[in-house]
């Protein structure tokens, strides 16, 4: 029982960072129909730049704060450079793009930073915490709660608010948001600075549990990815769910099947759901038949 | 009389197989030559599956890891020949690639390329974690192939440089007129008609899903025989040749030389091949310089390198 509750809490921990991930590829998928593979290098540098400026002498809130700030500032970047000028190519073209814009940043982050594996410290401490017959670590209390303050802030911002509203009509049909004066091209940059910042408090929130390093971003973008191919591609609440069950099942595999597979679970995840589920568990409905 | 896009392709291909080694500085050369053969095959396939029939795999290189370990394992545990065990290795990724195409090529949009990717996955974590059969992340070594010894008692005395260029080279050339027969066969028209429309090609009586699923097929089959080629080549393999970043290699040097045409495929395979050579000397720039060249080739010349220069060539010509 206390093995089983040891295994949910750490499956719930990664789970969260899948969900954060899952949830940075949604809003991105949604306002442009392309699937960010740089999505992982988002988080890389939240924990990077946090980690450089930490040691530079900025406390550890400023350092995130930098962290997530510049990602952002990256991320809309990209999105000028990079995915603007490509626009109305083919998904090939563009998946490439962003592939090729996620080994750039991986190969400029190990010049401007370095190829070690880095951490800082854990925000309350490393005391664990006992819960029934497990223990948590603070740190990953942080990450649930942080999960949990994005998910609900973004959830108020898109039924709540004027700006919010205008994304979810972008994601829903860009020519007809246009023609009712919605700006699009900003909501794209919008949702790239979000979609990065994201990534980037991922990034900063889970460092000191798991350490980074400039080559940690592909294997989180893949995992993200497959969350939010099980969640169904393009929804929110899919990214949460997605990421979850993926933490969890990624969990639950290393402790009672095999941590050198706890990594397959996520790809076993993706290619069940496609054979038996191809639109996610809360995806829209095609109404092709086959 | 003028030359089908064909022959012409093929004579330029042969041309250069055998012209380049007059300007060879080294024996060096010979290896990068093999290797550029060797990825020129698989991208070979790329095109089939991505440039005519118009589906993206990002885990390619998961059936070219099967090639080439099947080549490291059949002969030791099986008894087969290694050139048996091309054979072999060729056939697993074929019925492979039919299991997990068939389901997934019946839907819509980039599905293929997310079942590719975690089926890529699943066989590069396979080769790493089972160590009592593949000897991990260390690698293993892989049998010799014969045929060079067997040429030598024959009076054909290679050295093991020039063997390997000209096999990987004459393999190439094989490839590369299987697939451009295919490409103007009935199966080629209707793979490069239903890029072209879905719906037009499915309202004219084709199968859709299975012509997919042919071109998947076939390319894994280009992609196992290509990693076959580069274990038996280097006589040793590691799990990295099946990893998601050789896939992406793959897709990457297939729309750099155009992914439409098998003889800018070719031509992107030699670039990417010879980059990393050429930047050995900024190692530590590699990754930034292929993101780059990824990147700016997909906004600038959409169409890859070779069409775009033709189109030029062609505009000012007519």
Same mark, same amino acid.
């Given at each position: 029982m206390s093995e089983l509750l040891q295994f949910l809490f750490s499956g719930v921990t990664v789970g969260a960072v899948y969900a954060l991930v899952a949830l940075g590829f949604t809003i991105i998928y949604n306002a442009s129909d392309v699937v960010n593979f740089a999505q992982g290098e988002f988080v890389m540098l939240g924990g990077m730049i946090t980690v450089f400026a930490h040691a530079a002498g900025a406390p550890l809130p400023l350092a995130a704060l930098l962290a997530c700030l510049g990602t952002a500032a990256l991320g809309v970047a990209m999105n000028k450079l990079a995915i603007e000028p490509a626009r109305g190519a083919p998904v090939v073209s563009l998946v490439i793009i962003t592939i090729g814009a996620s080994i750039f940043i991986r190969g400029a982050a190990q010049l401007v930073f370095d190829k070690q594996i880095h951490s800082f410290p854990a925000f309350s401490g490393d005391d664990p915490i006992r819960i029934l017959q497990a223990t948590i670590l603070p740190q990953s209390l942080w990450v649930i709660a942080g999960a949990v303050a994005v998910f609900t802030g973004l959830w108020l911002f898109f039924t709540r608010t004027l700006l919010g509203r205008a994304v979810l009509a972008t994601s829903n049909n860009r020519l007809a948001a246009q023609l009712v004066g919605i700006n699009t091209p900003f909501v794209m940059t919008l949702s790239f600075a979000l979609s990065a910042g994201i990534g980037a408090l991922a990034g900063v929130l889970v460092t000191p549990i798991t350490m980074t390093s400039y080559d940690v971003g592909l294997a989180l973008a893949l995992k993200g990815f497959a969350a939010a191919m099980l969640g169904g591609m393009g929804n929110p609440k899919g990214a949460l769910v997605g990421g979850l069950v993926l933490g969890l099942l990624e969990g639950l595999t290393a402790g009672y099947i095999s941590s050198q597979y706890k990594d397959a679970a996520a790809f076993l995840v993706i290619l069940g759901v496609l054979f038996? $589920?191809?639109?996610? $568990?809360f995806g829209r409905k095609s109404t092709d038949r086959v | 009389m003028r030359l089908t896009t064909k022959t012409a392709t093929l004579l330029a291909l042969v041309a250069l197989i055998a012209l380049a080694p007059l300007f060879?500085?080294?024996?060096?050369y010979y290896r990068v030559g093999a290797l550029i053969f060797v990825n020129g095959l698989a991208v070979t396939g790329i095109v089939i599956l !991505?440039?005519?029939?118009?589906q993206i795999s990002l885990g390619h290189a998961g059936f070219a890891g099967i090639g080439a370990y099947a080549c490291a394992l059949a002969p030791v545990?099986?008894?087969?020949h290694p050139a048996l065990a091309i054979l072999l290795g060729a056939g697993v990724s074929a019925v492979l690639a039919w299991l997990v195409g068939r389901p997934i090529?019946?839907?819509?949009?980039y599905y293929l390329g997310v079942a590719s990717l975690g089926m890529g996955i699943l066989i590069s974590m396979v080769l790493n974690n089972e160590r009592d059969l !593949?000897?991990?992340?260390d690698g293993i070594d892989v049998p010799d192939l014969g045929l060079r010894a067997a040429l030598k008692t024959a009076g054909l005395d290679l050295s093991n440089g020039e063997f390997w260029y000209a096999l990987c080279g004459i393999v190439l050339v094989l490839g590369a007129w299987l697939a451009l027969n295919l490409h103007d066969s009935p199966t080629g028209r209707a793979l490069r008609a239903l890029h072209g429309s879905e719906v037009a090609a499915r309202t004219v009586g084709m199968d859709v899903p299975r012509l997919k699923l042919q071109a998947f097929v076939i390319s894994a089959v280009y992609a196992s025989v290509s990693g076959s080629l580069l274990a038996l080549q280097n006589r040793f393999i590691t799990p990295d040749v099946a990893g998601f970043m050789h896939s992406v290699e793959m897709v990457t040097m297939a729309v750099l030389g155009g992914v439409g045409s098998v003889a800018g495929a070719i031509f992107g395979a030699a670039v990417l091949t010879l980059l990393p050579q050429m930047l050995t000397v900024f190692a530590e720039y590699e990754q930034l310089v292929l993101g780059l060249v990824m990147v700016l080739v997909m906004i600038f010349l959409r169409e890859g390198v070779v069409p775009s220069i033709l189109r030029k060539l062609r505009g000012t010509g007519e």
């Open positions: 038996f $589920l191809p639109q996610g $568990l | 060879f500085p080294s024996a060096f !991505t440039g005519w029939a118009g545990h099986l008894g087969l090529l019946r839907l819509k949009g !593949t000897r991990g992340p």
